[in-house]
């Protein structure tokens, strides 16, 4: 007969330190609570600001012991390094599906599609309020910083896609700079986070009304 070992842990108590078997913690479970404490944390942000808000109101917003949030995160800068990842991801996913479509949409109707589904991701879990201060943060944290550059970029290469299938489809100038235009319509998506979290929600076809006669328009300089 075989003997199965079960792994145990070594708790003490004020008399002894005795065997006790240690819970099996699913990916499902690990996964559920690392969003709560997100999420816990976005609330607190949204309140109080980043920088005024303590891991203890994180853990009170939780309702999680000690030992329960930091066995996800040590501090305050790895949660919002987190939210910042995650938000970025979705981000990108969100442009990934949008690209997905044989038949490219016209750019407006892309870049409706994107904030709308932004947009809606914010009033479900609020995050636009937190992303400007993420922002904030870029310029003193430099592991931040390069997961934020690193998202930035991955986000260029999926709108350089974006306007090469419009090159290819003859329906933008074969020369036109694609690195350039895809930074304009990053700071174009930017703007519309930024005036969310400063004035409040923003109504999309609104905001996108205002490109369109831009984009029909001849406003530049003649060339020389």
């Known amino acids: 007969m075989s003997i199965v070992m079960r792994p145990t842990s070594i708790v003490k108590n004020e008399r002894s330190f005795y065997n ?3 819970p099996k913690v699913s990916s499902e ?3 559920a609570q690392r969003q709560r404490i997100l999420d816990a944390a976005r609330r607190c942000f949204m309140r109080e600001g980043f920088h005024a808000t303590s ?4 853990l009170t917003e939780a309702q999680l012991s000690a030992g329960g949030l930091y066995l996800y995160f040590k ?4 949660i919002i390094e987190a939210i910042a990842v995650d938000t970025l991801a979705f981000f990108s996913a969100t442009l990934e599906e949008l690209l997905a479509s044989d038949d490219l949409p016209p750019l407006d109707v892309v870049l409706s599609n994107a904030l709308r589904i932004l ?5 479900e879990q609020p995050t636009f309020r937190v992303v400007v201060q993420v922002w904030g943060e870029v310029g003193r944290a430099r592991r931040l910083a390069v997961q934020v550059a690193e998202a930035q ?4 290469e ?3 896609r974006l306007i090469e ?3 290819a489809r003859g329906d933008l100038d074969p020369d036109a700079p694609v690195e350039r235009i895809a930074q304009m319509l990053i700071a174009i998506m930017m703007g519309y986070v930024a005036q969310c979290a400063l004035l409040g929600d923003t109504d999309v076809d609104a905001f996108v009304a205002g490109l369109r006669p831009l984009l029909d328009a001849r406003l530049r300089a003649p060339s020389e």
């Open 20 to 22: 006790v078997d240690m």
């Open 29 to 31: 479970h690990r996964a």
């Open 55 to 58: 891991m203890q109101d994180i």
């Open 75 to 78: 501090s305050k800068e790895e």
């Open 119 to 123: 947009r809606d991701r914010d009033r």
């Open 153 to 156: 970029m991955r986000t260029r």
């Open 158 to 160: 999926l709108l350089g």
């Open 165 to 167: 299938g419009y090159q």
